[in-house]
T-cell receptor, first 115, second 113 residues
Framework: NAGVTQTPKFRILKIGQSMTLQCTQDMNHNYMYWYRQDPGMGLKLIYYSVGAGITDKGEVPNGYNVSRSTTEDFPLRLELAAPSQTSVYFC??????????????FGNGTRLTVT | AQSVTQPDIHITVSEGASLELRCNYSYGATPYLFWYVQSPGQGLQLLLKYFSGDTLVQGIKGFEAEFKRSQSSFNLRKPSVHWSDAAEYFCAVGPSGTYKYIFGTGTRLKVLA
């Protein structure tokens, strides 16, 4: 199993451009998450999904959109990139069948710079 | 409100010295607690977790953590630090509601040779 795979690893965007951060997992996990990590701020939840076709907002959803058409994929869309979206983005998933003590499985992150 | 506090932003220790990273939480029910480690350019890797039973839990890479309900703490320890332990460490609690996890702001560990 590859686990959680994120692409691209790095990206530089100009203000106002759009892009999609890709996330796919091959573990058949139902729950998937998008976090952003900023220095000294820890991880903030952007969006999460409890299964195909179901998504919900986290703490910092503004400026982002998500979709979940399959169990495996959970892409994050930035429509109008802003400098405040410069961050490292992590996708994660959990195997909900094992209950609430399930740890998150993380991808290796996408480092995004908006200039 | 649920929260996790890691009071130390940076910690520097010498190789071979002992280590303790602090984590305090605020949570309405019995917490599920986790420690993750993040090496530069990498995602977060689970070190250990606590959800019930023995309050001293063992993890990978020689780490352990002790759950103290009376102090709302879940401190991470290692008896002898190796240079490869230099990384950022995150404490997390959860999940609450619909499987949301709350992370602390992290402690960056530097190891001196």
């Amino acid at each position: 199993n590859a686990g959680v795979t994120q692409t691209p690893k790095f990206r530089i965007l100009k203000i106002g451009q759009s892009m999609t951060l890709q996330c796919t997992q091959d573990m058949n996990h139902n729950y998937m998450y998008w976090y952003r990590q900023d220095p000294g701020m820890g991880l903030k939840l952007i969006y999460y999904s409890v299964g195909a076709g179901i998504t919900d907002k986290g703490e910092v959803p503004n400026g982002y959109n998500v979709s979940r058409s399959t169990t495996e994929d959970f892409p994050l869309r930035l429509e109008l990139a802003a400098p405040s979206q410069t961050s490292v983005y992590f996708c994660a998933s959990i195997p909900t069948r094992t209950g609430r003590n399930s740890p998150l499985h993380f991808g290796n992150g996408t480092r995004l710079t908006v200039t | 409100a649920q929260s996790v506090t890691q009071p130390d932003i940076h910690i520097t220790v010498s190789e071979g010295a002992s280590l303790e990273l602090r984590c305090n939480y605020s949570y309405g029910a019995t917490p599920y607690l986790f420690w993750y480690v993040q090496s530069p350019g990498q995602g977060l890797q689970l070190l250990l977790k606590y959800f019930s039973g023995d309050t001293l839990v063992q993890g990978i890479k020689g780490f352990e953590a002790e759950f103290k309900r009376s102090q709302s703490s879940f401190n991470l320890r290692k008896p002898s630090v190796h240079w490869s332990d230099a990384a950022e460490y995150f404490c997390a609690v959860g999940p609450s509601g619909t499987y949301k996890y709350i992370f602390g702001t992290g402690t960056r560990l530097k190891v001196l040779a």
